[in-house]
């Protein structure tokens, strides 16, 4: 069963940047045919889309409040999906999950829905 595992959180100033791994498990496991999916989700909201990679890497998409700002990326050799983060702001603040998906989607999503596998999170607090 694929799981996935987050890290690079941690407390950052407003204007910093964060690099948030996402990584396969178990060791190994190949995601080279799975769509990777980046949300967030603040206290007491919902789970929201932040970015999306297509499995080879080719094609991305951002949700408006982060375009320019947050880019993601993936390295299929090491089975890991990457989600680099500047410029952050408060509202930026929530944990940060990472989600997978082969078999039902083709293109990119940003709804949680679509995607079956998911990680524990990863918590980013952006303040003062």
């Known amino acids: 069963q694929l799981r996935l595992a987050e890290s690079g959180g941690g407390l950052v100033q407003p204007g910093g940047s964060l690099r948030l791994s996402c990584t396969a498990l178990?060791?190994?496991?190949?995601?080279?045919?799975?769509?990777i999916g980046w949300f967030r989700q603040a206290p007491g909201q919902g789970r929201e889309g932040v970015s999306c990679?297509?499995?080879?890497?080719?094609?991305?998409y951002y949700a408006d409040s982060v375009k320019g700002r947050f880019t993601i990326s993936r390295d299929n050799a090491k089975n890991t999906a990457y989600l680099q983060m500047n410029s952050l702001k408060p509202e930026d603040a929530g944990v940060y999950y990472c989600?997978?998906?082969?078999?039902?989607?083709?293109?990119?999503?940003?709804?949680?829905?679509?995607?079956?596998?998911w990680g524990q999170g990863t918590q980013v607090t952006v303040s003062s």
């Open positions: 989600g997978a998906e082969e078999e039902t989607l083709r293109y990119c999503s940003l709804d949680p829905g679509r995607f079956g596998s």
């Open positions: 178990p060791s190994g496991f190949s995601l080279d045919y799975y769509l």
């Open positions: 990679i297509s499995d080879s890497g080719d094609s991305t």
